[in-house]
């Protein structure tokens, strides 16, 4: 189970992105491809694991599962394909390793709220390129 | 409070790991050094058939390994029997490899002093497919006493490997192993991939491998030299 390296790699990113704005995340959104080998539910737990004594503790992980899609060489058309059990065209059945689309794994839009600026909160402008 | 907003920041999770396995590549390319790394589940036999790859390669070729496990150093230590250089990654309780691992397992080690470097996975056929480690050549390994529908339970990781190894054929006719069956859920889940029938064991089917990881050398080189 890899998941919670996973997770933890999806809370660094969300929070740099988060620093660099200065904004509060509510929830990360992710996009998840069918064949990027990680198993959504397991990743589900992970995340409120890896989120635990971070700013993003009791964010949500929103995850949009990315289905394959492969160019079919026969009918010169993008096909989504119902199965990863079966790389072939849909329509015509010729086998295709032309693989365009399911590999993500993208944390690709934070729901945030502008940082309030508290009393006893130092804001410390951080530079990062 | 102020209202939630939606930004996009479109953030690849194992780019890091990316970064580290292209500059790798990059490394192995320079070098002229043919990396392959394998895959299997538990128990399929990979330690003994890359320990006899190691061997039968060693009259012609310079060879090493990186051997991933995830307590034992049991797996090094047979390796070492082939007399090739093999250096031992203890994961812990991590179920793979990772770029970095393999980055810094390779600290003193010459690689322009190599044809081939193979990376033994952690025996896991789930967590490892995630991980681009900067190999070449991505082989996946399974023995007959696995069943012939191990592909389309473990499909990620077939699409993702570039050859695939099916060994102990010695026990094929004990296990009534279906050849065809296998060779169908293979090319379900990864079209066009080339297979291997082979037994470590008794030597059988690995000669035409082994003359394939040659071809796969000599046309890396060749690129290169372009």
């Not at chain 1, 508290?118 to 804001?123: D, G, K, L, P």
Request: hydrophobic share 40%; charged share 25%.
């Amino acid at each position: 189970m890899h998941e919670l390296s996973i997770a933890m790699g999806i809370v660094d990113a969300a929070l740099e992105e988060a620093q660099r704005r200065g904004v509060q995340v509510s929830a990360v959104h992710l996009r998840l491809g069918a064949l990027s080998g990680v198993v959504k539910d397991a990743l589900m737990f992970s995340y409120e694991v890896a989120c635990q004594d971070t700013p993003l503790e009791g964010s949500q992980l929103i995850v949009e599962d990315v289905a394959v899609i492969v160019f079919c060489s026969q009918c010169r058309e993008t096909r989504t394909l119902p199965s990863v059990q079966l790389f072939q065209c849909p329509e015509c059945g010729t086998p295709t390793m032309d693989v365009r689309q399911g590999k993500e794994l993208e944390v690709f839009a934070l729901e945030v709220r502008e940082d309030p600026v508290e009393e006893h909160e130092v804001q410390e402008s951080e530079v990062q390129e | 409070m102020s209202e939630p907003r939606l930004v996009e920041v479109r953030r690849n999770v194992l780019k890091q790991n990316d970064v580290i396995a292209r500059s790798l590549r990059e490394q192995f390319r320079a070098a002229g050094v043919f990396v392959v790394s394998l895959v299997s589940s538990p128990g399929s036999g990979k330690t003994t058939f890359l320990e006899k790859t190691l061997t039968q390669l060693q009259p012609r070729y310079r060879v090493a390994a990186l051997v991933g496990d995830l307590a034992t150093e049991n797996d090094a230590v047979r390796l070492a029997r082939s007399k090739a250089p093999v250096k031992q990654i203890t994961t812990g309780t991590l179920c793979h490899l990772e770029a970095a691992m393999v980055q810094n397992a390779l600290q003193g080690w010459d690689l322009h002093q190599l044809d081939f470097l193979f990376i033994e996975n952690v025996g896991n056929l789930v967590c490892p497919s995630s991980y681009d480690l900067g190999e070449n050549l991505r082989l996946v390994l399974m023995s007959v006493t696995e069943g012939e529908d191990k592909p389309l339970k473990y499909p990620t990781i077939f699409n993702s490997a570039d050859v695939a190894v099916v060994t102990k054929n010695e026990l094929s006719v004990a296990v009534e192993f279906d050849w065809n069956a296998a060779r169908t859920s293979i090319q379900s889940v990864r079209p066009g991939m080339q297979i291997f029938r082979l037994s470590a064991k008794t030597g059988e089917g690995m000669e035409e491998y082994l003359e394939f990881l040659s071809q796969q050398l000599a046309e890396q080189r060749a690129v290169a030299r372009v």
